[in-house]
């Protein structure tokens, strides 16, 4: 007599059900898993991305603004991700670029920045956020600097709480403003002027007093500095700003020259 080998009714459903248990006691953990290697992933992509966005703003001497389709066009110049990729993270959700609206002065908002012949003051706090949220899209908190603040500084009730799914890369530009001082001892205006931009006349020097300049403009500016008069004067030099620079025009006796006192 032949005997038929196999699973009875009841030893599958036993099998299957060893298999569910199973099954719901890893889920969880495999869901985790896969959320903790986005969130990784994340956190990597925004500092890539903020340190190209960093890279840009000195190379241009140029800002962009929070609009998506600008800043994502300026990173990418300097990206390996296009802009789609910049503009989502991983989970297909977009990020916002956020600056404070204090960026250069109080309550004077943020729409970006192009630099020609360079800011006379400091700006107030040019701070940058790029958040991503893995959950879902990043909304605009609010364009006001108490709701910048609270976001930066994480503070209790703030609008955005940064979590293993919600991402804030912080980037503060202040360190690459760098001030240019210019005295000029000279009768004559001189002059200076950053990249490509017109000549900017360099005050003549008055009965006791030293004619001065001074601007504020991006590391890596060139800066160009011509012999009086202005604006006719020749090109005398060329620096390439990479921290303060004083710069004095002066009449050595053998005719004016520019020279770092």
Not at 111 to 138: C, E, H, K
Not at 231 to 256: A, E, M, N, Q
């Amino acid at each position: 007599m032949r005997v038929q080998s196999g699973f009875t009714l009841m030893e599958l459903i036993g099998v299957m059900a060893i298999l569910a248990i199973l099954s719901a006691v890893m889920a969880p953990s495999i869901v985790s898993s896969i959320n903790d290697a986005y969130g990784t992933a994340e956190a990597a992509n925004l500092q890539r991305i903020t340190d190209d966005l960093e890279r840009y703003v000195r190379r241009n001497g140029r800002i962009p603004s929070a609009t998506v389709s600008d800043w994502t066009n300026a990173v990418a110049t300097l990206s390996s991700l296009p802009t789609a990729d910049l503009a989502l993270n991983r989970r297909g959700f977009a990020r916002r670029l956020y600056f404070d609206p204090n960026f250069f002065t109080a309550g004077g908002g943020f729409s970006g920045y192009q630099q020609t012949d360079g800011l006379t003051a400091a700006p107030l706090s040019p701070r940058v956020m790029l958040i991503s949220d893995l959950t879902g899209n990043v909304g605009f908190p609010g364009n006001n600097a108490t709701t910048f603040d609270d976001i930066w500084n994480q503070t209790p009730g703030t609008a955005l709480v940064e979590s293993d799914r919600l991402f804030i890369q912080r980037l503060h530009l202040g360190g690459l403003f760098k001030e240019v001082l210019v005295t000029n001892t000279s009768a004559n205006q001189a002059a200076i002027s950053f990249n490509t931009a017109a000549a900017v006349a360099v005050p003549a020097a008055g009965v006791s007093l030293d004619g001065v300049l001074s601007r504020f403009v991006i590391e890596d500016t060139r800066l160009l500095v011509y012999a009086d008069p202005y604006p006719t004067g020749d090109l005398r030099s060329v620096f390439k700003i990479t921290d303060d620079l004083g710069l004095r025009y002066v009449d050595l006796g053998s005719g004016f020259i520019w020279i770092q006192p």
